[in-house]
């Protein structure tokens, strides 16, 4: 069974990780991170939980510089489970049917 389960949200499905106990930041964590805009995020970052983006970078043990190292494969499946996959699924295709019905309420093909 895989370690990634899939939690269906109104537009997208979201992929959520496992043990992110070897990191000093959650998966719930960085997710609040990214709802949060503007001056809030400016505000939120530099609080003392973060301390700024070097303070997330040193969460996730990560060289600001450098990135990961391509060559650790352990690395990227500690953050794989951790984290989840780094992914957005694609969005379901139309089907020809919904496609001639709304064709049919196009007013400038009408």
């Known amino acids: 069974m895989s370690p990634f ?4 949200t109104a537009d ?8 992110s106990s070897m990191f000093d930041i959650t998966l719930d ?10 001056k809030d995020l400016m505000e ?3 609080s003392s939980e973060y301390n700024g983006v070097k303070g997330i970078l040193t969460k996730l043990k990560v060289d600001g510089n450098k990135g990961l190292d391509s060559n ?13 996959k780094n ?10 049917f919904r496609l001639c019905w709304d064709a049919l309420h196009d007013m400038l093909l009408i």
Do not use: C, H, W
Not at 12 to 19: H, L, N
Not at 29 to 38: F, I, N, T, Y
Not at 87 to 96: A, L, S
């Open 87 to 96: 992914e957005i699924p694609p969005k379901p295709m139309k089907t020809f």
């Open 29 to 38: 964590q960085l997710k609040e991170l990214m709802e949060v805009r503007g």
């Open 72 to 84: 650790n494969q352990q690395d990227f499946e500690q953050r794989r489970t951790a984290y989840g």
């Open 5 to 8: 389960k899939r939690e269906p």
């Open 12 to 19: 997208k499905a979201v992929v959520s990780g496992g043990d």
């Open 44 to 46: 939120k970052l530099n």
